[in-house]
């Protein structure tokens, strides 16, 4: 038998909802963080042993914001989806205008971090389309799943720990998280601005700051929403929100998922096609771009 | 063995979506290919799955084929298993061509088993389980 049949037992997979019912509806990003945040106010979660909510379990989450964080439509190439964009209101990404001048460059010559099996970040780990579990102790959150592409994880330290040196830099980023009531609330900093934010070649520099919110509004549904400010790419900081759905799957697990195994063909078909992976781009080159832009003639 | 290739422009979209990243990059989505051929090899891997054919062209020479499909557990989740493509079946398979022009397709739409049975090869988050 063929390296399939040593991955795990077979898991049922049956037709049907693979998610539970929630008391929201999340086919509109926009309507369901209105409806969690009303939600969240009277709903009592589940707790740990030390008292906090538990968000442990199987998670799936239903739309692939990956590609695009605004709404776009089914293809061949894309899943399509609504805006997950919420704060601005009018669900666009407030780039600046050299930045979306760059993202679009960037969306012709380069590939997505995930087709070189990269890391996407600390938040962009965390809306892929997949299976995801949570794991929970008093002094950390930890993040695994399968179909997030580079097998990534996070562990997120809940212990009051400060983030690390201002020097450090990495493709996940340092997270640290606190609990703020109900809400596990986890700022990550520290991140290298290699990785894009989705498939539209949206980025963000070393600089950037994003903040993550995640609620339980019923026992089978978890508010998630994150804030990116990166004053350097964009007009302003911008939210983004969608639900976690519990897993209504009997038997699930996550099994290895090995991107490097077998990818440099693909990287080859990558390369003769013209597409390179994406150098990711510093704070002082975003405000050189931004300084030639804004100094152009008319 | 019947031969063989054919291609025709995308006029709606009928197959799941492939968005694990932008196939597109080293793929031609605005067509699709079907390829007829016979199974030389099946690599179980990760990210993405290659099954090996050779197809008569149509000075009747035999081509090899490779086709890229989605993550093998993505694959197994599907309810492909090993023994659904064993050496030496037929298989028609409908997919994207590579860019570059060589002879390679992303299986992104059917995948006919001998028995008749119709596989998707695509990454659509909503099939998988």
């Not at chain 1, 049907?16 to 009592?44: E, M, Y």
């Not at chain 1, 666009?92 to 001048?101: E, G, L, N, S, T």
């Not at chain 1, 980023?173 to 609330?185: A, H, K, M």
């Not at chain 2, 009747?60 to 993505?74: C, D, R, Y």
Request: glycine letters at 8%.
């Amino acid at each position: 038998m063929s390296a399939i049949g040593a991955l795990a037992p077979a898991t049922a997979s049956g037709q049907g909802a693979f998610v539970a019912a929630s008391v929201c509806p999340d086919d509109n990003h926009a309507a369901f963080h209105a409806c969690a945040l009303a939600a969240a106010r009277t709903f009592n979660p589940p707790r740990t042993a030390d008292g906090t909510p538990d968000l442990s379990g199987y998670w799936r989450r239903r739309v692939a914001a990956f590609e695009d964080f605004e709404a776009h439509p089914r293809t061949p190439d894309d899943s399509g989806g609504p805006d997950v964009v919420v704060d601005p209101a009018d669900g666009k990404v407030p780039m600046q205008p050299w930045a979306d001048a760059k993202r679009k460059e960037n969306a012709a010559k380069y590939l997505h971090h995930n087709a070189a099996c990269l890391l996407a970040g600390g938040a962009g780990t965390m809306y892929m389309a997949n299976l995801y579990q949570f794991l929970q102790t008093r002094d950390y959150f930890l993040v695994i799943g399968e179909g997030l592409s580079a097998h990534p994880y996070r562990v997120v330290p809940l212990d009051g720990r400060p983030h690390i040196g201002a020097g450090i830099r990495l493709w996940q980023g340092d997270p640290v998280g606190r609990w703020e009531g109900n809400t596990l609330v986890i700022e990550t900093t520290n991140q290298n601005g290699r990785p894009f934010v989705d498939q539209r070649g949206r980025f963000f520099t070393e600089e950037a700051r994003t903040i993550e919110r995640l609620t339980l509004i019923d026992a089978n549904t978890m508010h998630y929403a994150a804030t990116f400010d990166d004053p350097n790419v964009y007009t302003r900081p911008f939210t983004m929100a969608f639900a976690y759905r519990r897993n209504a799957v009997q038997g699930a697990e996550v099994w290895e998922e090995a991107c490097y195994e077998a990818n440099q063909e693909q990287m080859e078909l990558f390369r003769n096609s013209g597409f390179h992976v994406y150098p990711g781009i510093t704070a002082a080159e975003a405000r050189e771009l931004r300084h030639a832009w804004e100094a152009r003639k008319p | 063995m019947k031969s063989f290739v054919t291609a025709f422009v995308t006029l709606v979209c009928a197959f799941p979506a492939l968005a694990h990243h932008s196939v597109a990059a080293g793929f031609d989505m605005d067509k699709t290919t079907t390829v007829v051929g016979t199974i030389t090899k099946m690599e179980w891997r990760n990210p993405h799955a290659r099954l090996s054919i050779q197809v008569k062209n149509e000075q009747a020479a035999l081509e090899t084929w490779e086709v890229w499909f989605s993550s093998a557990n993505g694959l197994y989740r599907r309810g492909w298993r090993d023994d659904d493509l064993p050496i030496g079946a037929t298989v028609t398979v409908t997919g994207f061509r590579a860019r570059d022009g060589s002879r390679q397709l992303y299986g992104g739409g059917e995948t006919k088993l001998p028995d008749g049975r119709v596989l998707f090869g695509g990454d659509n988050p909503e099939e998988r389980r």
